[in-house]
């Protein structure tokens, strides 16, 4: 079983920044993918930032050169930086992981808990 774990999410100003972290635990053989989606009320999940599989960082258009997908393998760990932050960027954000398993012989996704980001003055 993986576990995740977000941390980071809260109010800032317009214009402000944030960093959020997401940290996987448990049984990992292979992360496949490793990135972030948010959700903003009356709205279906949208990808943010993610690594895909061949290890390229993909933005969708609405946060590309604000935010910043980053990560430490080391900790199993993915960060969003995300600054010059807009009203429009308040959402719940998730963490995804695309796990392989080596008993199972298949892969699985993995969601964070979900963090509260409200963009607001």
């Known amino acids: 079983q993986v576990q995740l774990v977000e941390s980071g999410g809260g109010l800032v100003q317009p214009g402000g920044s944030l960093r959020l972290s997401c940290a996987a635990s448990?049984?990992?053989?292979?992360?496949?993918?490793m990135g972030w989606y948010r959700q903003a009320p009356g709205k279906q999940r949208e990808l943010v930032a993610t690594?895909?599989?061949?290890?390229?960082?993909v933005y969708s258009d609405a946060v590309k050169g604000r935010f910043t997908i980053s990560r430490d393998n080391a900790k199993n760990t993915v960060f969003l930086q995300m600054n010059s932050l807009k009203p429009e960027d308040t959402a719940v954000y998730f963490c995804?992981?695309?796990?392989?398993?080596?008993?199972?012989?298949?892969?699985?996704?993995?969601w964070g808990q979900g963090t509260q980001v409200t963009v607001s003055s």
């Open positions: 995804n992981f695309n796990i392989y398993s080596r008993i199972a012989l298949r892969s699985y996704d993995y």
């Open positions: 448990g049984s990992i053989f292979r992360i496949n993918t």
């Open positions: 690594f895909a599989s061949d290890g390229s960082a």
